[in-house]
């Protein structure tokens, strides 16, 4: 067992906790959070069916996004959809046999890094070149979109440029899985690699990215339109219309 395995192995078992106690915490917090008054965004679907199909499109293919400026929406969608099957390809990593659909993905995430790269380039010159944008974007803004791109832009290097053991990282991170800890390759681009994805862990549930859970929470995306079969009437007016009535 080398001094680097013990600390990937705490950093990435940090990570997770970290990662998954925070969105789990944030997702309760969302929960909790009462929005009774009626403030869906117009034209909102009048069912909770049609409520299902909205949240479904603004997930997949960010309906209200293409509506308001294709521009964003292309590189937004663009990097979203790269790093879906981004992920679906590292899948093989955490599993022993890897499933047949997840072979099947590995030649298209192995480009995908590219557009992933490419919706990033474009979101974060918005950022700088559009005025608007760049008087509300803050230093956190710029070193997140930094940090999605060094992932990205290390991962591909690692696919065709400076190979790794990836034998190696298969073994490492199953090991973790079943805490049998097993040696980590020590390449360099590798240990940068992973490294930058645990700093991404840890940073998620503190940061903007949460607008991934969150968006099912937003009261003008999930909600009915039906404001006059179900009005909210405060407690105190309540108690008005009560002491009137007498």
């Known amino acids: 067992m080398t001094f680097l395995t013990v600390v990937y192995a705490l950093l990435f078992y940090f990570a997770f906790a970290v990662l998954v106690g925070g969105l789990g915490y944030r997702i309760w917090l969302y929960a909790r ?28 293919v960010f309906e209200s996004l293409f509506k308001s400026n294709k521009w964003i929406w292309l590189f937004g969608w663009m990097f979203h959809a790269a790093l879906f099957v981004v992920l679906l390809r590292h899948f093989r990593y955490f599993q022993d046999p890897v499933w047949s659909w997840v072979n099947l993905v590995q030649p298209f995430g192995k480009y995908a890094a590219f557009a992933m790269l490419a919706g990033l380039g474009g979101l974060w010159a918005r950022r700088v070149l559009v005025d608007r944008v760049k008087y509300i974007s803050s230093p956190s803004d710029h070193l997140m979109l930094a940090l999605l791109v060094a992932i990205g832009a290390s ?13 190696g990282v298969k073994a490492f991170f ?13 390449q360099p681009l590798l240990l940068l690699h992973i490294t930058l994805v645990a700093l991404l862990m840890i940073i998620f ?10 968006v099912f929470f937003s009261p003008t995306r999930n909600q009915v339109d039906n404001p006059r079969e179900k009005r909210h009437i405060a407690d105190w007016a309540l108690k008005l219309e009560a002491d009137r009535s007498k």
């Open 33 to 60: 959070t009462p929005s009774p008054l009626k403030i869906p965004t117009t034209p909102a679907p009048v069912t909770r069916s049609g409520v299902a199909l909205r949240m479904l499109k603004e997930v997949t």
């Open 155 to 167: 991962g591909a290097l690692m696919t065709f440029v400076s190979h790794t053991d990836i034998v």
């Open 174 to 186: 199953l090991g973790l899985m079943r805490f049998d800890w097993q040696v980590i390759p020590t």
């Open 205 to 214: 549930p503190f940061s903007k990215l949460l607008h991934a859970p969150g």
